[in-house]
């Protein structure tokens, strides 16, 4: 039944032919944004003096009057019913990777004996929720479950079907944040305040930096009929067992290659979806493994970036299945193989100009691009264990330091230029004899083919935090992560590296040292201290291990072990400081990473158990009982000693057999108690260590033995989709 049932899933998914993609007959410039409640439809739905207040809101982060939320509701129920919607949720991102909304209707009772579209100011500003049944590390029980989502007007509402989308912050009765939502606005606000007291010292008229994100979301598909026939992929995101394929990615053929058919209608589909939604979707390319792609938009302010990849991420899933494909954001979904991150290409601009961008010829424009530089590693270089942690889960684990991804360090690229341009003003003092180059010209002796414009740095894919000319791009993120979670602990920390950097210099001042020259001094002093973070070599290399535990940098690789960051001193009180998070904020939030690494570790070890002794044990056991038939039958029809000759081989496969199997069953049973062990442990942080050393090594071990069977027993009896088969289907 099972052979039968795994032919018909492989022979579904190789007819498959490209699904009808629905294409608005408008271009993408015209339907852009068609679903989101933007400047646009406010200009023509809310009276002009609360269009101007929203503006001053969005634009400037101007306080929010609540006088005006009855207003600007009702423009958006009108907006809304245009386009057929009957429903509005509050949508926020809990501390469970995801987000999650709950739906009602506009009906409300006329009070004449009918029903009318409703929709009040103050749906639109808070609703209250359960704050208990959402991951809370404690801050909720269940009797005082009472949690708050509150609308974030700079993110524009927009509508789902027949819903209209208002995001929102979540926070408890008590005002400690259960999202990532509010911490992340908290700390985009700390950093606006010190990047722009720290920029006015260059640009006087400065009022205020925004932070921008360019995520790339990396992914694979794979055909979803073969997806249900694979419990582990179904339980996890990831398959706990298989063979490596023969051919996988060692012939570089899949990076940028041509786009397979059912692919690229996937791709059209999600890109129209995403644009309507107004997610500025600009690239789609294959990546390095089979079956694995991206998807990149341009750049948009950091909060709303962060709301277009949770969104992104779900229709991802859901077009995915209109397609007939499962889209696997797990950072591992395969071993052997590349996982997939999410690059977050991180830069800061003020509302006259760019932060991060080469400088120009000034003396000016050089300090304040060797501050912001400078600054930055400072702040890096001071959390690069908080760094790491707001990056690790029990997922991008697996993805970490395997000569794919970054190592689990955290150290910055900045390119020969740059770095230069640093020294020569740590040893000088000034950057009189600099002139930074831009780009170069390089001619290809092919005279049909123009000249091209060279960069300045050439990029080095082995850093996880790596300059690439007018940016950084943080490169360790998981393809499944939230990104606000890393966004929230590297802006904090550069606000706390830029707040500092300005207090020394108004110190100097105030002694008497003028502007330049204090501003000099003290990036000299920095410029020494932050060398242990600047790193331009091989970052996947053994020897780099080695020069960073030297350095001091955290090297730490147990994800438990690492989320002891969050509570490391210096830590809270730089959370604390920038009145991001409190340390009980932190503590809480420890509890729930504790917890979910546990839980997931623990879904992992039992849905493996339960396929190797549902599966693997009786399926190798049938085709071993099959050759042991085989070797009783050919002793009946040959003479002893030749008997014995040609059933040598299947002696041997027997024997094999019997060893892999009761290695496993052996083993199996051993990580069962391993894991009632690990139950047993009351402290969270203990039972996640527990559940990293104790249980987790068990997967990989058994694994070994069950992708050994997987090439022994016959093929058509073998219960599960191998990977030749879930990689390579379009
Ligand atoms: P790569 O070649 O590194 O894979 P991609 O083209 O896939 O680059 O993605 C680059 C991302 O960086 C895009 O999201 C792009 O909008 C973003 N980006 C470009 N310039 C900036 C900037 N100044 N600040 C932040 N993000 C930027
Ligand atoms: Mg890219």
């Given at each position: 039944m099972a052979s039968k049932l795994r032919f018909k899933?492989?022979?579904?998914?190789?007819?498959?032919?490209?699904?009808?993609?629905?294409?608005?007959?408008?271009?993408p410039s015209d339907y852009f944004?068609?679903?989101?409640?933007?400047?646009?439809?406010?200009?023509?739905?809310?009276?002009?003096?609360?269009?101007?207040?929203?503006?001053?809101?969005?634009e400037h982060g101007a306080p929010l009057d609540r006088s005006i939320a009855d207003e600007v509701a009702e423009g958006m129920k009108k907006w809304a019913i245009d386009l057929g919607v009957t429903h509005y949720t509050h949508w926020f991102q809990p501390l469970t990777e995801g987000t999650a909304e709950k739906h009602d209707g506009f009906v409300e009772h006329d009070m004449k004996g009918g029903m009318i579209e409703a929709?009040?100011?103050?749906?639109?500003?808070?609703?209250?929720?359960?704050?208990?049944?959402?991951?809370?590390?404690?801050?909720?029980?269940?009797?005082?479950?009472?949690?708050?989502?509150?609308?974030?007007?700079?993110?524009?509402?927009f509508v789902i079907g027949d819903t209209l989308m208002i995001p929102t912050v979540f926070f408890s009765y008590t005002g400690e944040a259960l999202d990532y939502k509010a911490p992340l606005k908290k700390a985009l606000f700390a950093i606006d305040c010190a990047a722009t007291a720290v920029a006015q010292l260059f640009y006087p008229d400065v009022k205020k930096v925004r932070t921008n994100l360019g995520w790339e979301q990396e992914y694979f598909l794979v055909d979803e009929s073969l997806y249900w026939a694979r419990p582990d992929l179904v339980m996890t995101g990831r398959t706990l067992m298989g063979h490596d394929s023969a051919k996988n990615q060692q012939m570089d053929d899949h990076y940028l290659g041509a786009i397979p058919e059912r692919v690229e209608a996937f791709m059209r589909d999600i890109e129209i979806r995403a644009l309507e939604l107004g997610i500025p979707c600009k690239t789609r390319h294959n990546e390095v493994a089979p079956n694995q792609f991206e998807l990149a938009p341009i750049f948009e302010e950091c909060n709303l970036a962060v709301d277009h990849n949770m969104l992104m991420m779900s229709i991802m899933k859901r077009v995915a299945r209109k397609h007939g494909f499962r889209c696997l954001l797990h950072e591992k979904p395969f071993k052997g193989i590349n996982g997939s991150g999410k690059h977050n290409n991180w830069s800061l601009t003020t509302d006259t100009g760019i932060l991060l961008h080469a400088p120009g010829k000034s003396t000016n424009d050089n300090l304040r691009f060797v501050t912001f530089i400078v600054e930055t590693l400072k702040g890096v270089y001071d959390h690069n264990g908080l760094l790491k942690a707001s990056i690790m889960s029990a997922s991008n684990a697996h993805r970490l330091g395997a000569n794919e991804a970054p190592p689990a360090i955290i150290s910055s690229f900045l390119g020969h230029t740059v770095s230069e341009l640093l020294n020569h003003v740590a040893e000088y003092g000034n950057d009189e004899f600099l002139t930074y180059a831009g780009k170069t010209p390089m001619r290809l002796d092919i005279p049909s083919i123009p000249e091209i414009l060279i960069d300045n740095t050439d990029r080095n894919r082995t850093s996880p935090f790596a300059f690439t000319g007018n940016r950084f791009e943080f490169r360790a993120l998981g393809s499944e992560a939230n990104c606000a979670s890393a966004m929230l602990a590297l802006n904090t920390a550069v606000a706390d590296a830029l707040t500092s950097f300005r207090q020394r210099v108004d110190e100097l001042m105030e002694k008497g040292e003028a502007k330049e020259a204090a501003i000099i001094k003290v990036l000299c002093d920095d410029i020494r201290y932050i060398q242990p973070i600047h790193f331009d070599g091989n970052g996947y290399s053994d020897e780099w291990r080695?020069?960073?535990?030297?350095?001091?940098?955290?090297?730490?690789?147990?994800?438990?072990?690492?989320?002891?960051?969050?509570?490391?001193e210096?830590?809270?009180?730089?959370?604390?400081?920038?009145?991001?998070?409190?340390?009980?904020?932190?503590?809480?939030?420890?509890?729930?990473?504790?917890?979910?690494?546990?839980?997931?570790?623990?879904?992992?070890?039992r849905i493996f158990g339960d396929l190797c002794m549902n599966h693997v044990i009786p399926v190798s056991t049938k085709y071993q009982s099959a050759l042991i038939d085989n070797v009783h039958k050919l002793r009946e029809i040959f003479p002893a000693e030749k008997a014995e000759k040609i059933s040598a081989d299947n002696l041997r496969i027997i024997e094999q057999i019997s060893d892999h199997n009761s290695f496993i069953i052996e083993n199996v049973e051993r990580m069962v108690e391993a894991r009632k062990v690990a139950n047993r442990i009351e402290c969270v942080r203990d039972r996640a260590v527990a559940y990293h050393d104790t249980v987790a090594p068990f997967l990989e071990q058994i694994r070994v033995h069950v992708d050994k069977l997987e090439q022994i027993v016959d093929d058509e009896q073998w219960p599960l989709p191998k990977y030749r088969e879930l990689l390579f289907i379009h």
């Open positions: 899933v492989v022979g579904d998914a190789f007819e498959k032919r490209p699904v009808e993609v629905e294409v608005p007959s408008e271009r944004g068609k679903y989101v409640f933007n400047k646009r439809q406010m200009y023509q739905y809310l009276p002009a003096k609360v269009f101007d207040k929203m503006c001053d809101v969005m929709f009040e100011g103050k749906l639109l500003v808070q609703q209250e929720s359960d704050g208990s049944s959402f991951p809370n590390g404690g801050i909720r029980s269940t009797f005082e479950a009472r949690g708050y989502t509150a609308w974030d007007p700079t993110s524009p509402v080695e020069e960073a535990a030297r350095r001091g940098l955290d090297c730490e690789t147990s994800c438990p072990v690492i989320y002891d960051n969050y509570l490391n210096s830590t809270v009180s730089m959370f604390e400081r920038q009145k991001v998070m409190t340390r009980f904020e932190l503590e809480a939030r420890n509890e729930i990473k504790w917890e979910t690494y546990t839980k997931r570790v623990q879904i992992e070890a």
